[in-house]
């Protein structure tokens, strides 16, 4: 900290006499920086913002000394303090004819004005004059100021000259001017409707820059409108073909990549467009191809337009090769050591599973790593991909994973979305009822403030409802243990008041319905909530209609009811309530304890919550009564909106037709109430899912999966109907590559024989055991969790997840599955768990991948080789490989693998020692002589060690 | 599109705010702080990317990289590429190191005009408008060679304010 103020306090002088700032200037800023405390800060800033209003109000204030008000102005703003004040000084800048001045001037208004500010009418003057100024400089400074400062109203006020700007002699400008056309686009799209066909035309501009930043207008408008620039598709095409093969100026390459930033435009342009067109994706082939094998993979910038190319294949046609590119891609992302990497690669892999669901296979076990990495990002990331592969098979696991991550964070606004998530994938999924509820009362148990209130009425209902069948026994069932699981979580402290609402809801609905429960238990523990509770009315509310319909219960069927003491003074309580809600359920409750059986019967039947409720809305029982009254006397009624219609039409007090000419004019009455959602379908924007056979879903794998085959007995029980199979078919190819499918009957094998027979079988394979040697437990628990992730028939792995979350214990597993199936599966079992190890094994298996990648390098070296000597820069470490040391092939393959691994993270952080070979070395004083103070990452270490 | 790009250092002290879209100055501290509170919680040798809606709203990533003293944070949307926004701040970095040889959090600190110039030349409006960091040189150097001109006649209060640059 000394040094650095000694460093601080040499440095300000140098820069003194440079950039012309006076001592008061930087005798704030060091003071600032010196100071201990938020405090103290603000004390400086306080002085400052007095000595500048003091300083801007002498008159003549030079103008040299103004800007630097000025600048100081911005700074104490960026500090968090009000400088408006100064803002009209600032204004008062940009008219200056100074371009220092100017500059600054508009620097200070960019900054602190909105769009909307009154003093932007003081600025439109000026930036007008300015976009026509001679000096390209202004121009700039105009246009800059255009981008932040116009609204929609001043647009056309500038509009022509930014417009004739788009033809500038200058690169720079034109850029610029198309930017603020963009701008100007985003924010009214209608007051530059016209003058789209410009973006068109400068695509075609001699600067490539110009080109490239017309690429950003264009992104914006196709993606509002594909249809209309489908035939630009060639164009775009062609662009990348040329940027690829190097014909822009060598000046765009940025380490070594020609022009990666505008590839990366065109490839998302280009996933736009293509996007479901066989044509228009058949056009790109060639060039994702090519990208493919050119892109250098040892650069964040050439897995940058990997990343890109992949996203694009995404949403292409994209055909098989090209696919198996993506992937190659991917895994090589994957098996990154940096997390950049491995977070792309998920991301990518959340893409492609989408197209071709079986890739995600090979990676398992990387993300069960990225899973329980600690690097929250990537997680988060992981568990977004978990989200979108789940299916019925393993949607116990993935749920238990994310709720337990969501007990783990604090970020309340991301608790919030997986809980969401939870109960999504639980309504979609959820293979019993039971499992639902357990499900929702652990969400609600510790997110319960966060989850729509939607979520708790559904679960009600489903409470309520049951299976939607004919089958009482079982809603009988599920009811039951809802109630047990309520009685046992109620009495822990502080739960969320939706949950609260929950339970008394279900505790006065079927706590005495079984008769396990005496009716002054219950309302003994319904009691309790509402003492405990006593601030929360809704609570309360919700426990007194709980402890009504029990009484009620009671009284029906005949029992005497005694009311406990607490529950007396509970009524008497809030008899007196402030809360008129409250009083009238307590008044209720009262009237009811004193009615008689048939009665109270009518009023609260038993279980009648799903009953529905026929409200005759004219309430025409009444019409008797009507009748009587009118013709004994009485005024006939007269409905509101008549009323309300006399209240306006004074002179003609009847008149039915006069009203409906105002109605045309002017609607006074309230607007249509929203259509009531249907009831039966809660989540049906969510679910395409029809509810009632979701719900019956675990019966059928337990009846008929002993019996029929795999495949069979999921296509029997697939009830998702309309819902996008996202994870790989039930069935797996025997393996064809080393790196192929992992199938759940591995997992099967090991989770439901006894562990040691799982190790046994595999023994004879030289990778696991290993592997094994290494770190076994891990390994299993990993195995374990991989099948039940990415298993793929329903039945079989709901054993895996009762397994692995009952710890070892094969038994469990297997007593409540079929036996049957598991010798079905025995056959595979053994080839299946090599897999297991593959994508951890560590030498043996990147072997495999460096072969692929050597020939597609000297196949590349091949081709360009003669031609060009670009190829060396293309790839820097890879390529000098093959080139050198063809004849030791070993050396090789542990350079490559080493470089597939380890590259990025090295030419990224460090030019250090290089302990390898003469290649590596090579390859990065090549890097070096072309970008000397590229990727420094000592930056600021000479000065500040 | 790019919201914002920040500068701050290890302590929290922001050292360079930019907002492409409007925002009132408490919201523009209230989300450097939050930024900050994310970014100083983060262990060593994680990934350079934040799904950040909580401050930023639905669909904003932020990417961030660690100097010495000084975090550079990108605040971006779904339209733009992580891994080339890292890059980007690569590219800033780059173009701060020539322009201050050896660029140290004081030169950005002091050269509060100069820092937004540049940046002025690297993102425009929210968009990537250049990254050869040669040429934003070229451009910054230019306007800084202008300045300099200007300077220089307007340290003569007054009287000599009519100068215009003529091109």
């Given at each position: 900290m000394e040094q650095l103020k000694t460093i601080g306090r040499e440095l300000a002088m140098g820069s003194q006499g440079g950039f012309g700032q006076s001592k008061e200037f930087l005798d704030l800023v060091k003071s600032i920086g010196e100071s201990r405390s938020k405090a103290e800060e603000d004390r400086i800033v306080l002085s400052e913002i007095d000595i500048l209003k003091r300083k801007l109000l002498?008159?003549?204030?030079p103008k040299r000394k103004m800007k630097e008000y000025i600048i100081r102005l911005v700074y104490i703003e960026m500090l968090g303090h009000d400088a408006s004040f100064g803002y009209i000084h600032a204004v008062k800048m940009t008219h200056d004819d100074n371009l220092l001045l100017k500059r600054t001037g508009y620097l200070a208004v960019t900054l602190f004005l909105d769009e909307d500010h009154d003093l932007i009418i003081l600025i439109v003057n000026t930036i007008q004059k300015d976009l026509r100024s001679d000096n390209y400089l202004v121009v700039c400074a105009a246009l800059n100021a255009v981008c932040r400062l116009i609204n929609e109203e001043t647009i056309p006020a500038v509009l022509p000259q930014v417009v004739d700007l788009l033809n500038h002699g200058k690169e720079a400008v034109r850029k610029k001017a198309i930017m603020a056309l963009h701008r100007f686009h985003r924010k009214s799209p209608s007051s530059v409707s016209h003058l789209v066909s410009n973006f068109r035309r400068k695509l075609c501009d001699s600067d490539p820059g110009v080109m490239g930043a017309t690429l950003c207008p264009l992104f914006d408008l196709i993606s509002e409108d594909v249809a209309s620039y489908k035939d630009l598709v060639s164009s775009f095409v062609g662009i990348l073909k040329q940027v690829t093969e190097r014909?822009?100026?060598?000046?765009?390459?940025y380490h070594q990549m020609p022009a990666p930033f505008i590839q990366i435009k065109l490839l998302k342009i280009m996933a736009l467009l293509s996007s479901g067109d066989k044509s228009a994706s058949d056009m790109m082939y060639m060039v994702l191809g090519d990208l493919f094998r050119k892109c250098d993979s040892s650069t964040n910038i050439g897995n940058a337009i990997l990343y890109e190319c992949i996203r694009c294949i995404s949403c292409i046609i994209p055909s098989p090769k090209l696919l198996e590119d993506a992937a190659e891609a991917i895994s090589k992302f994957l098996k990154s050591d940096s997390h950049n990497l491995k977070y792309m690669g998920i991301d990518g892999l959340g893409r492609l599973i989408k197209i071709s669901s079986d890739i995600a296979e090979q990676h398992q076990l990387a993300v069960i790593d990225c899973l329980e990495d600690p690097d929250d990002t990537l997680k988060r990331k992981t568990f977004e991909l978990l989200y979108k592969m789940t299916k019925s098979s393993n949607v116990e696991v993935i749920v238990d994973r994310m709720i337990d991550y969501m007990i783990s964070i604090n970020d309340n606004h991301y608790k919030t979305e997986i809980a969401s998530r939870c109960v999504e994938l639980a309504e979609q999924f959820a293979p019993s009822n039971q499992w639902f509820i357990q499900i929702m009362n652990k969400v609600f148990e510790h997110a319960g403030d966060l989850v729509n209130i939607k979520v708790a009425h559904n679960l009600m209902r489903l409470i309520a409802e049951g299976f939607g069948e004919d089958d009482d026994d079982a809603d009988n069932k599920l009811r039951l243990s809802a109630v047990e699981s309520y009685l046992q979580i109620i009495s822990e402290p502080k739960l969320p008041s939706l949950f609260l609402q929950v339970i008394s809801w279900v505790l006065g609905e079927y706590g005495t319905a079984d008769g396990k429960y005496s009716a002054s238990y219950i309302s003994g523990k319904l009691c309790d909530v509402a003492d405990a509770y006593s601030s929360d009315e809704t609570v309360k509310g919700y426990a007194v209609s709980a402890l009504m319909k029990i009484y009620a219960f009671e009284i029906a069927s005949g029992r005497k009811v005694d009311v406990l003491p607490e529950c007396q003074s509970l009524i008497e309580e809030l008899l007196a309530s402030h809360s008129t809600d409250l009083q009238q359920r307590a008044y209720e409750l009262q009237a009811l304890l004193a009615l008689d059986a048939r009665a109270v019967e009518s009023i609260l039947p038993l279980d009648a919550s799903c009953e529905d409720i026929e409200v005759d809305k004219d309430l025409s029982f009444l019409n008797g009564y009507i009748q009587q009254a009118i013709e004994s006397g009485a005024q006939p009624y007269v409905s509101e909106r008549e009323r309300s219609g006399g209240m306006f039409e004074t002179t003609d007090y009847h008149s039915q037709d006069h009203h409906e000419v105002t109605s045309h004019a002017l609607r006074f009455e309230a607007y249509?109430?929203?259509?009531?959602?249907?009831?039966?379908?809660?989540s049906a924007a969510l679910v395409p899912v029809p509810e009632p056979s979701y719900y019956s879903e675990p019966h059928q794998p337990i009846s008929t999966s002993s019996s029929v085959s795999e495949r069979e007995s999921s296509e029997i029980k697939l009830r998702l109907d309309g819902v996008k199979q996202k994870w790989g078919r039930p069935s797996y190819q025997s393996s064809t590559s080393a790196s192929s499918s992992t199938p759940p009957q591995a997992a099967n094998g090991t989770s439901t024989h006894s562990d040691g027979g799982g190790v046994a079988s595999s023994s004879s394979s030289k990778p696991r055991s290993s592997y094994e040697s290494k770190k076994p437990e891990i390994d299993h628990e990993k195995q374990r969790l991989a099948a039940s992730l990415f298993g793929g028939s329903s039945s079989s792995s709901r054993s895996d997840r009762k397994s692995s979350s009952g710890g070892h214990k094969p038994a469990k597993g297997t007593a409540n599955k079929p036996l049957a199936t598991v010798p079905k599966e025995s056959p595979i079992p053994v080839p299946d768990l090599l897999d297991f190890d593959e994508p951890t094994g560590t030498s043996d298996v990147a072997a495999t991948d460096p072969f692929k990648e050597l020939e597609g390098l000297m196949e590349s070296s091949r081709q360009d080789g003669g031609g060009s000597t670009d190829v060396m820069g293309l790839y820097s470490t890879d390529a000098s490989a093959p080139v050198k040391t063809t004849t030791s092939v070993d050396s090789l393959l542990s350079e490559l693998s080493d470089s597939s691994r380890g590259t990025y993270h090295q030419s990224q952080t460090t030019k250090g020692p290089n302990s390898k070979e003469a290649l590596e070395k090579d390859a990065l004083v090549r890097q070096m002589g072309v970008n000397p103070t590229s990727q420094n990452p000592t930056l600021f270490k000479d000065l500040l060690g | 599109m790019i919201k914002a790009v920040m500068m701050m250092n290890t302590q929290g002290k922001p050292r360079l705010a930019k907002f492409y879209d409007f925002l009132p100055v408490e919201k523009q501290q209230e989300l450097i702080r939050g930024v900050f509170s994310v970014l100083s919680s983060r262990p060593e040798n994680v990934s350079n990317f934040l799904e950040i809606d909580s401050l930023f709203g639905p669909d904003s990533r932020l990417v961030y990289k660690h100097y010495a003293t000084l975090y550079f944070v990108l605040v971006f949307d779904g339209s733009e590429n992580e891994l080339a926004m890292l890059d980007l701040i690569q590219v800033l970095v780059e173009t701060l190191d020539k322009c201050f040889s050896n660029v140290c959090e004081l030169d950005i600190v002091f050269n509060y005009s100069k820092m937004h110039t540049v940046l002025d030349e690297i993102v425009f409006g929210g968009q990537v408008l250049e990254t050869r960091s040669d040429e934003i040189m070229k451009a910054v150097e230019e306007i800084s060679k202008l300045e300099a001109a200007s300077n220089s006649i307007s340290l003569v209060p007054k009287s000599v304010s009519g100068w215009r640059g003529g091109r």
């Amino acid at each position: 900290m000394e040094q650095l103020k000694t460093i601080g306090r040499e440095l300000a002088m140098g820069s003194q006499g440079g950039f012309g700032q006076s001592k008061e200037f930087l005798d704030l800023v060091k003071s600032i920086g010196e100071s201990r405390s938020k405090a103290e800060e603000d004390r400086i800033v306080l002085s400052e913002i007095d000595i500048l209003k003091r300083k801007l109000l002498e008159p003549d204030v030079p103008k040299r000394k103004m800007k630097e008000y000025i600048i100081r102005l911005v700074y104490i703003e960026m500090l968090g303090h009000d400088a408006s004040f100064g803002y009209i000084h600032a204004v008062k800048m940009t008219h200056d004819d100074n371009l220092l001045l100017k500059r600054t001037g508009y620097l200070a208004v960019t900054l602190f004005l909105d769009e909307d500010h009154d003093l932007i009418i003081l600025i439109v003057n000026t930036i007008q004059k300015d976009l026509r100024s001679d000096n390209y400089l202004v121009v700039c400074a105009a246009l800059n100021a255009v981008c932040r400062l116009i609204n929609e109203e001043t647009i056309p006020a500038v509009l022509p000259q930014v417009v004739d700007l788009l033809n500038h002699g200058k690169e720079a400008v034109r850029k610029k001017a198309i930017m603020a056309l963009h701008r100007f686009h985003r924010k009214s799209p209608s007051s530059v409707s016209h003058l789209v066909s410009n973006f068109r035309r400068k695509l075609c501009d001699s600067d490539p820059g110009v080109m490239g930043a017309t690429l950003c207008p264009l992104f914006d408008l196709i993606s509002e409108d594909v249809a209309s620039y489908k035939d630009l598709v060639s164009s775009f095409v062609g662009i990348l073909k040329q940027v690829t093969e190097r014909k822009l100026p060598k000046s765009y390459d940025y380490h070594q990549m020609p022009a990666p930033f505008i590839q990366i435009k065109l490839l998302k342009i280009m996933a736009l467009l293509s996007s479901g067109d066989k044509s228009a994706s058949d056009m790109m082939y060639m060039v994702l191809g090519d990208l493919f094998r050119k892109c250098d993979s040892s650069t964040n910038i050439g897995n940058a337009i990997l990343y890109e190319c992949i996203r694009c294949i995404s949403c292409i046609i994209p055909s098989p090769k090209l696919l198996e590119d993506a992937a190659e891609a991917i895994s090589k992302f994957l098996k990154s050591d940096s997390h950049n990497l491995k977070y792309m690669g998920i991301d990518g892999l959340g893409r492609l599973i989408k197209i071709s669901s079986d890739i995600a296979e090979q990676h398992q076990l990387a993300v069960i790593d990225c899973l329980e990495d600690p690097d929250d990002t990537l997680k988060r990331k992981t568990f977004e991909l978990l989200y979108k592969m789940t299916k019925s098979s393993n949607v116990e696991v993935i749920v238990d994973r994310m709720i337990d991550y969501m007990i783990s964070i604090n970020d309340n606004h991301y608790k919030t979305e997986i809980a969401s998530r939870c109960v999504e994938l639980a309504e979609q999924f959820a293979p019993s009822n039971q499992w639902f509820i357990q499900i929702m009362n652990k969400v609600f148990e510790h997110a319960g403030d966060l989850v729509n209130i939607k979520v708790a009425h559904n679960l009600m209902r489903l409470i309520a409802e049951g299976f939607g069948e004919d089958d009482d026994d079982a809603d009988n069932k599920l009811r039951l243990s809802a109630v047990e699981s309520y009685l046992q979580i109620i009495s822990e402290p502080k739960l969320p008041s939706l949950f609260l609402q929950v339970i008394s809801w279900v505790l006065g609905e079927y706590g005495t319905a079984d008769g396990k429960y005496s009716a002054s238990y219950i309302s003994g523990k319904l009691c309790d909530v509402a003492d405990a509770y006593s601030s929360d009315e809704t609570v309360k509310g919700y426990a007194v209609s709980a402890l009504m319909k029990i009484y009620a219960f009671e009284i029906a069927s005949g029992r005497k009811v005694d009311v406990l003491p607490e529950c007396q003074s509970l009524i008497e309580e809030l008899l007196a309530s402030h809360s008129t809600d409250l009083q009238q359920r307590a008044y209720e409750l009262q009237a009811l304890l004193a009615l008689d059986a048939r009665a109270v019967e009518s009023i609260l039947p038993l279980d009648a919550s799903c009953e529905d409720i026929e409200v005759d809305k004219d309430l025409s029982f009444l019409n008797g009564y009507i009748q009587q009254a009118i013709e004994s006397g009485a005024q006939p009624y007269v409905s509101e909106r008549e009323r309300s219609g006399g209240m306006f039409e004074t002179t003609d007090y009847h008149s039915q037709d006069h009203h409906e000419v105002t109605s045309h004019a002017l609607r006074f009455e309230a607007y249509e109430l929203p259509k009531p959602s249907v009831p039966s379908q809660p989540s049906a924007a969510l679910v395409p899912v029809p509810e009632p056979s979701y719900y019956s879903e675990p019966h059928q794998p337990i009846s008929t999966s002993s019996s029929v085959s795999e495949r069979e007995s999921s296509e029997i029980k697939l009830r998702l109907d309309g819902v996008k199979q996202k994870w790989g078919r039930p069935s797996y190819q025997s393996s064809t590559s080393a790196s192929s499918s992992t199938p759940p009957q591995a997992a099967n094998g090991t989770s439901t024989h006894s562990d040691g027979g799982g190790v046994a079988s595999s023994s004879s394979s030289k990778p696991r055991s290993s592997y094994e040697s290494k770190k076994p437990e891990i390994d299993h628990e990993k195995q374990r969790l991989a099948a039940s992730l990415f298993g793929g028939s329903s039945s079989s792995s709901r054993s895996d997840r009762k397994s692995s979350s009952g710890g070892h214990k094969p038994a469990k597993g297997t007593a409540n599955k079929p036996l049957a199936t598991v010798p079905k599966e025995s056959p595979i079992p053994v080839p299946d768990l090599l897999d297991f190890d593959e994508p951890t094994g560590t030498s043996d298996v990147a072997a495999t991948d460096p072969f692929k990648e050597l020939e597609g390098l000297m196949e590349s070296s091949r081709q360009d080789g003669g031609g060009s000597t670009d190829v060396m820069g293309l790839y820097s470490t890879d390529a000098s490989a093959p080139v050198k040391t063809t004849t030791s092939v070993d050396s090789l393959l542990s350079e490559l693998s080493d470089s597939s691994r380890g590259t990025y993270h090295q030419s990224q952080t460090t030019k250090g020692p290089n302990s390898k070979e003469a290649l590596e070395k090579d390859a990065l004083v090549r890097q070096m002589g072309v970008n000397p103070t590229s990727q420094n990452p000592t930056l600021f270490k000479d000065l500040l060690g | 599109m790019i919201k914002a790009v920040m500068m701050m250092n290890t302590q929290g002290k922001p050292r360079l705010a930019k907002f492409y879209d409007f925002l009132p100055v408490e919201k523009q501290q209230e989300l450097i702080r939050g930024v900050f509170s994310v970014l100083s919680s983060r262990p060593e040798n994680v990934s350079n990317f934040l799904e950040i809606d909580s401050l930023f709203g639905p669909d904003s990533r932020l990417v961030y990289k660690h100097y010495a003293t000084l975090y550079f944070v990108l605040v971006f949307d779904g339209s733009e590429n992580e891994l080339a926004m890292l890059d980007l701040i690569q590219v800033l970095v780059e173009t701060l190191d020539k322009c201050f040889s050896n660029v140290c959090e004081l030169d950005i600190v002091f050269n509060y005009s100069k820092m937004h110039t540049v940046l002025d030349e690297i993102v425009f409006g929210g968009q990537v408008l250049e990254t050869r960091s040669d040429e934003i040189m070229k451009a910054v150097e230019e306007i800084s060679k202008l300045e300099a001109a200007s300077n220089s006649i307007s340290l003569v209060p007054k009287s000599v304010s009519g100068w215009r640059g003529g091109r």
